[in-house]
């Protein structure tokens, strides 16, 4: 049990230094200044992002999504409205999502209510997607149930893989669709050593995420 001592793994932070005069005045023009230079280092995968919600019953719950798009209004995932995930967030639409991009020494984490996308942006993503991928969406009606076996799952695949011709088009189903983050509070994170990190937030104090009044301040490491 004591092989690899987590409390041993220790990494130098060497970032940038991260200054006031680096942000931008909307946190989602810094996040797209970030989110290229994740991408562009090679990071894999930068678009995945830690998403946790409040379940019915006032627990956390943690999990793993890939940010499909954002402008100034939010940022978009897609999933399963009838999902563990889609529930809590009927129940409560508010959640908390980081990007760890541990390679960089950076992190963002974002905090917000969510809104549900109209159908127009749901269908438009959804054609979007591989054929196998929408059919996947079909065969996944029941995410998060309990199921018997793989075996059940491939059957479901195979069955809703023959319902439509290849070429022909999938309708994306009614309880498939995405969500927007409308972002109230914006943290970016930068490694430094000695864990002396620069963290700056930013604040929504008046309107809406997009043409709102953002508050920005250095916090402590």
């Not at 809590?88 to 549900?116: D, K, M, N, T, Y």
């Amino acid at each position: 049990m004591n092989d690899c001592d987590p409390a041993e793994l220790r990494q130098p932070y060497d970032g940038p230094p991260l200054r006031r005069a680096d942000m931008a005045a909307h946190p989602i023009e810094q996040f797209h200044t970030w989110f290229t230079q994740a991408h562009t280092s090679g990071l894999a995968e930068p678009n995945a992002m830690v998403v946790a919600t409040v379940e019915p019953n006032g627990a956390p719950r943690a999990r793993t999504v890939l940010l499909k798009g954002y402008d100034h209004s939010g940022l978009r995932f897609f999933t399963n409205y009838g999902s563990r995930k889609g529930r809590a967030l009927s129940e409560e639409p508010r959640l908390a999502a980081v990007f760890p991009w541990h390679a960089i020494r950076r992190q963002v984490l974002v905090s917000g209510r969510v809104e549900r996308l109209t159908d127009a942006e749901n269908d438009a993503y959804f054609h979007s997607r591989p054929r196998g991928s929408q059919i996947g969406a079909w065969a996944s009606e029941r995410q998060s149930a309990r199921v018997a076996d793989r075996a059940e799952l491939d059957a479901l695949y195979t069955e809703f893989a023959g319902v439509w011709a290849v070429g022909e088009e999938i309708p994306r189903p009614a309880y498939w669709g995405g969500y927007r983050i409308l972002a109230e509070e914006v943290e970016f994170w930068q490694g430094r050593a000695d864990r002396m990190h620069d963290r700056f937030r930013y604040l929504l104090t008046a309107g809406g995420p997009a043409e709102g009044v953002w508050e920005l301040d250095r916090l402590a490491p």
